[in-house]
């Protein structure tokens, strides 16, 4: 199994989850406010570093990982870099 944990700029983060959905990702998490720093500067919510992430995180057998990295990756390419995604994969198991 691989875990999925996706970073997207929280003004997009809909269209992540209607595309989870859409991939017959079976179940999936997302943590609505992440504040950070990355690539493209702080995000903490305030006047100096307005904005924030949010983070999906999705368990899917291994063969429907690519698939789905896939489809993140054209969502990607179709909204252009000021979307802001960012895709990790894990190896995982279930283990309760």
């Given at each position: 199994m691989k875990?999925?944990?996706?970073?997207?700029?929280?003004d997009h983060a809909e269209d992540v989850g209607t595309?989870?959905?859409?991939?017959?990702?079976?179940g999936w998490s997302e943590i609505p406010t992440v504040l950070g720093r990355g690539s493209t500067?702080?995000?903490?919510?305030?006047?100096?570093?307005?904005g924030s992430s949010t983070l999906f995180f999705a368990a899917v057998a291994a063969a429907d990982a690519e698939r789905v990295i896939g489809d993140l990756r054209r969502l990607a390419a179709d909204r252009g870099p000021e979307e802001g995604i960012r895709?990790?994969?894990?190896?995982?198991?279930?283990?309760l």
């Open positions: 875990m999925l944990l996706i970073f997207v700029d929280a595309l989870l959905d859409g991939s017959g990702v079976a500067g702080r995000k903490l919510g305030t006047r100096a570093f307005p895709v990790y994969a894990l190896d995982t198991q279930e283990v």
